[in-house]
């Protein structure tokens, strides 16, 4: 599969599920907060800075950055998939923000004024992108002297059963190719070096990358967990989509055993994560 074929394939993925992003945004945001605040933390994100989002999807980090930021500062955010940027300006509608706006763009080769911006962010969007390379050169290119860039990829399976819990069912009842060396995917970057080694060939400076752990899935039963996991990962609804309604139903019954499980608090389905947290210097 060619860069361009892939990316029709992407937005398919994730066109599927878009509507799974605006049904539990507000679980989402209680997960993955924790995270988008570590990465603020890192960056220093403060009132009137400008920061250009990097494959936004519904609205996130660019939403909560646009509240840190402020009505004097500025936020641009871009995503490939139409549906993704209708729900996050909706969003900012709703929450009658005047100082963010979402574009619909492709991460890898997107128009943006140079030397503007104080800070980049990229949430788990740089693992997706078939040339990573040319995103961090663009998101480089768009920063000021000096700007700083934040970005997060998942480490691996080993360490993110909430992601691999359902990948080793699913392998049961769909033919699913091992990946080459480099190719994208959920883990493309779990290898923290290939992230180091990336950043700096993009030219950025002091580049750093650090663990940070949080809870990736909370949820009441196992059959909760996997219906919003199905819901919101484009990879997991592409690869069961063409099984049959009987299929699908055993495999969701036995990934929401597996979690259940797996879950490390009696009485509910939590399943711990691990994400790369990489920032640099322009």
């Not at 507000?26 to 907060?33: D, R, T, V």
């Not at 495999?251 to 797996?262: D, M, T």
Request: glycine share 10%.
């Amino acid at each position: 599969m060619d860069s361009s074929q892939y990316k029709q394939h992407e937005l398919a993925s994730w066109t599927r599920v878009a509507g799974g992003w605006a049904k539990h945004t507000p679980a989402i945001g209680k997960l993955f907060g924790p995270v988008t605040e570590r990465m603020f933390e890192l960056v220093g994100l403060r009132e009137r800075q400008r920061v250009l989002d990097i494959a936004s999807g519904a609205g996130d980090p660019g939403i909560p950055a646009a509240q840190r930021v402020g009505r004097f500062g500025r936020v641009w955010g871009i995503d490939f998939v139409p549906a993704m940027v209708d729900f996050a300006n909706e969003r900012v509608r709703e929450l009658d923000l005047g100082n963010v706006e979402f574009q619909l763009a492709d991460g890898e080769n997107f128009q943006v004024p140079g030397n503007i911006f104080d800070v980049c962010t990229m949430r788990w969007g740089l693992m997706f992108m078939p040339n990573p390379l040319a995103a961090l050169n663009t998101a480089r290119v768009a920063l000021k002297e000096g700007g700083r860039i934040v970005l997060t990829c998942w480490a691996g399976p080993d360490r993110n059963p909430w992601a691999a819990i359902p990948m080793a069912h699913i392998k049961r009842y769909v033919d699913v190719p091992a990946p080459a060396p480099g190719a994208t995917g959920i883990f493309a970057f779990a290898d923290r070096d290939r992230i180091l080694s990336v950043m700096r060939e993009a030219g950025f400076r002091d580049v750093t990358v650090e663990a940070f752990d949080l809870t990736a899935a909370d949820a009441a039963t196992g059959q909760e967990y996997f219906t919003m996991v199905r819901e919101i990962a484009g990879p997991v609804a592409s690869l069961i989509a063409g099984l049959s309604a009987e299929t699908q139903a055993k495999l969701s019954a036995e990934i929401a055993l597996a979690a259940e499980q797996a879950s490390t608090t009696p009485g509910r389905v939590t399943l711990p994560g691990v994400t790369w947290i990489a920032t640099g210097t322009h």
